[in-house]
């Protein structure tokens, strides 16, 4: 079925280098998105999201850009430091589905000193 | 606030045991939702409410069982525990309307093992 899915399960990354987290979705009418940082043993924690109408959003140090032509998008983490080693989610809704998320598996984020 | 409030935080059960898994939230939210997360993998959406009274299933609802008679609480009920049923699970809540209406608070999650 038609689902979330992340390019990779693990990235690593030095410390105050920028980080690069992709994720593939397949369904056209997804309508938004989300991005979720979960620490070990605790719950997801959203980061940023972002609607199917724009490209690009930015945050504190984080920016998701978003291309519905090839149904992908991206987190972008600048100056990665050690508190940002986390599994990172993206998650999407489908319009008209009752606003309900569904996950990508995640990818490990790693930063190295 | 306290936000999404999950207990208990981890709990062993014996394979054909009940239990429930207890869920409040405090920010007058009405939807809440139950996920379950298996190692190295997403979420899983296993029962929604949009308000209380109102309880759906989400993709995975077989061997779970939900209840709403309140805006504030949305247990989880395991039936007959088996193996397949160790993860740890996640219950959030959203409001609706205005700025980060799709946006989930989630608790911390409890942690379930079925031996």
């Known amino acids: 079925g038609e689902s979330v899915g992340l390019h990779l399960p693990t990235l690593s990354v030095q410390e105050g280098d920028n980080s690069i987290i992709n994720c593939a979705y397949s369904n056209s009418a997804s309508d938004y998105f989300i991005w979720y940082k979960q620490e070990s043993g605790k719950g997801p924690q959203f980061i940023i999201d972002?609607?199917?109408?724009?490209d690009k959003r930015q945050g504190q140090r984080v920016t998701v850009l978003l291309n519905k032509t090839v149904k992908h998008l991206s987190l972008q983490i600048a100056a990665t430091q050690p508190g940002d080693s986390a599994v990172y989610f993206c998650?999407?809704?489908?319009?008209?589905?009752?606003?309900?998320?569904?996950f990508g598996s995640g990818t490990q984020l790693t930063v190295l000193p | 606030n306290a936000g999404v409030t999950q207990t208990p935080k981890f709990r062993i059960l014996k394979i054909g045991q009940s239990m429930t898994l207890q869920c409040a939230q405090d920010?007058?939210?009405?939807?809440m939702y139950w996920y379950r997360q298996d190692p190295g993998m997403g979420l899983k959406l296993i029962y929604y409410s949009v308000g209380a009274g109102i309880t759906d299933k989400g993709e995975v609802p077989n061997g779970y069982n939900v209840s709403r008679s309140t805006t504030e609480d949305f247990p989880l009920r395991l039936e007959l525990a088996a193996p397949s049923q160790t993860s740890v699970y996640f219950c959030?809540?959203?409001?609706?309307?205005?700025?980060?209406?799709?946006?989930?608070?989630f608790g911390a999650g409890s942690r379930l093992t079925v031996l």
């Open positions: 920010m007058n939210h009405n939807y």
């Open positions: 972002i609607r199917s109408n724009m």
């Open positions: 959030a809540s959203r409001g609706t309307g205005g700025p980060g209406a799709n946006v989930l608070t």
């Open positions: 998650a999407e809704i489908v319009s008209g589905s009752a606003r309900q998320l569904t």
